[in-house]
């Protein structure tokens, strides 16, 4: 079995500073990793995900994340912060197989201010 | 394209009662995921289809709970005999393939308030 931890359940920053939002899982198998996001009244949406290859992977809005198996953490960071990030944003896994479900974090409410 | 739906988008019943809500997967998306968002309890897993098939029920936290999916589209979560823990968003989601490197697609959530 897996699990995620994102260990602040909200992270306050003012507009145009960097972020953190940090991820560590455990599993016994490999898995993939997943960062969705959670805009106020809307649905869940894929932000960017691991699966191979290169350990840093970017979303097409600023967001970047690497995965970092020794520390078996998945951070996303943002070099500078936008009002519309305003978000939850949760990580997740899911194992190397078929058909298999994603296992959440808590998620992390991101709080831009002016 | 159309994304997935689930219907009604609010849903309020009274304890005792059963409850049906549905979710209308991507077109052409083999996989089907209920998951459940609660404030006590974050984002659980509940139940997983491939096809018409469900091989993994293992998140249904009771056997009040049951899904079904018919003709590898449209599923139904049915909630027998709620309880006020049952309140919470049920979100459905679909992927092509339903590996786990596929990318899930979230519908918007059924909100429920059990009375």
């Known amino acids: 079995a897996q699990s995620v931890t994102q260990l602040d359940s909200q992270v306050p920053v003012f507009e145009e500073a960097p972020v953190e939002l940090r991820c560590n899982y455990s599993?016994?198998?490999?898995?993939?990793l997943f960062w969705y996001v959670q805009y106020p009244n809307q649905g869940l949406q894929l932000l960017l995900k691991?699966?191979?290859?290169?350990?840093l992977v970017e979303s097409i809005n600023g967001f970047e994340a690497e995965f970092n198996k020794s520390q078996t953490s998945f951070h996303l960071r943002k070099p500078s912060v936008h009002i519309s990030d305003t978000a939850e944003y949760f990580c997740a896994v899911s194992e190397t197989g078929a058909g298999n479900m994603l296992t959440f974090g808590g998620g992390t409410r991101l709080m831009v201010k002016p | 394209g159309a994304g997935v739906s689930q219907s009604p988008s609010n849903k309020v019943t009274e304890k005792g009662k059963d409850v049906e809500l549905r979710c209308d997967p991507i077109?052409?998306?083999?996989?089907l995921y209920w998951y459940r968002q609660s404030l006590g309890q974050g984002l659980e897993f509940l139940i997983y289809f491939q096809g018409n098939s469900a091989p993994d029920k293992s998140g249904l936290p009771s056997d009040r709970f049951s899904a079904e999916r018919t003709g590898g589209s449209v599923s139904t979560l049915t909630i027998q005999r709620t309880q006020q823990e049952d309140s919470a968003v049920y979100l459905c989601a679909s992927s092509f393939l339903g590996q786990g490197a596929d990318t899930q697609y979230f519908g918007p959530g059924t909100r429920l308030t059990v009375l």
């Open positions: 077109s052409g998306h083999t996989a």
């Open positions: 691991y699966l191979s290859g290169s350990t």
């Open positions: 599993s016994s198998v490999s898995v993939y």
